[in-house]
Nanobody, 122 residues
């Protein structure tokens, strides 16, 4: 009963910037954490950046200093500002949320977006 809607992916030249957005909707009581993950062929999905409801953030070493994650808790949205993009950032990026849903009893579910392609040309 929870959906994640992503936007902002695309093609960009090395050194450029993109901003990914993800909106969560549905039977949401609380979102404990949101984050961005990415996956390339031949590799497992990896965490890029996460943020808790309290604002604590965690970044992969490969993106520290270049990417910034932010939340708008009132809108149930998360953003990923990607600057100084490199060809190795090319991947399918997935939005993720740990959501407490308004079921009886309430429960936490792990919800994924459909993925959005980010391609960085050299």
């Amino acid at each position: 009963q929870v959906q994640l809607m992503e936007s902002g992916g695309g093609l960009v030249q090395a050194g450029g910037s993109l901003r990914l957005s993800c909106a969560a909707s549905g039977s949401i009581l609380r979102i404990n954490a949101m984050g961005w993950y990415r996956q390339v062929p031949g590799k497992q999905r990896e965490s890029v950046a996460t943020i808790t409801s309290g604002g604590s953030t965690n970044y992969a070493d490969s993106v520290k200093g270049r990417f910034t994650i932010a939340r708008d808790n009132a809108k149930n949205m998360v953003y990923l500002q990607m600057n100084s993009l490199k060809p190795e950032d090319t991947a399918v990026y997935y939005c993720n949320a740990l959501v407490v849903v308004t079921t009886t009893p309430v429960r936490q579910i792990n919800t994924w977006g459909q993925g959005t392609q980010v391609t960085v040309s050299s």
